[in-house]
Nanobody
């Protein structure tokens, strides 16, 4: 059974930081990139960041570039998202998921399934 468990969200003031974690189990993630996505109220789910299977290459949405850092620990089947300099516009439910290839590229969330429950991030102004 596929399981993705996101954690680490919370309420933070603008300019603050959070570190999200995503533990993956029950599915073959070996050989695939992993990505983070978010969905704000009333908006479609959007891509945030991706990391290659090897863990060296990363790719970010322009809106988070320079502020967010994605990383992964293959031994723990866990991917992380370090979020710094948070803005109110970053408020959303954050999700992780497996990519379609091993490469760190923009991943359309419309092409993915088996989502976890997500973790809420709220940034106050």
């Amino acid at each position: 059974q596929v399981q993705l468990v996101e954690s680490g969200g919370g309420l933070v003031q603008a300019g603050g930081s959070l570190r999200l974690s995503c533990a993956a189990s029950g599915r073959t993630f070996s050989g695939y990139a992993m990505g983070w996505f978010r969905q704000a109220p009333g908006k479609e789910r959007e891509f945030v960041a991706a990391i290659s299977w090897v863990g060296i290459n990363t790719y970010y949405a322009d809106s988070v570039k320079g502020r967010f850092t994605i990383s992964r620990d293959k031994t723990k089947n866990t991917v992380y998202l370090q979020m710094n300099s948070l803005k109110p516009d970053d408020t959303a439910v954050y999700y992780c998921n497996r990519g379609l290839t091993a490469s760190a590229t923009m991943i359309s969330p419309k092409l993915l399934d088996n989502w976890g429950q997500g973790t809420q991030v709220t940034v106050s102004s």
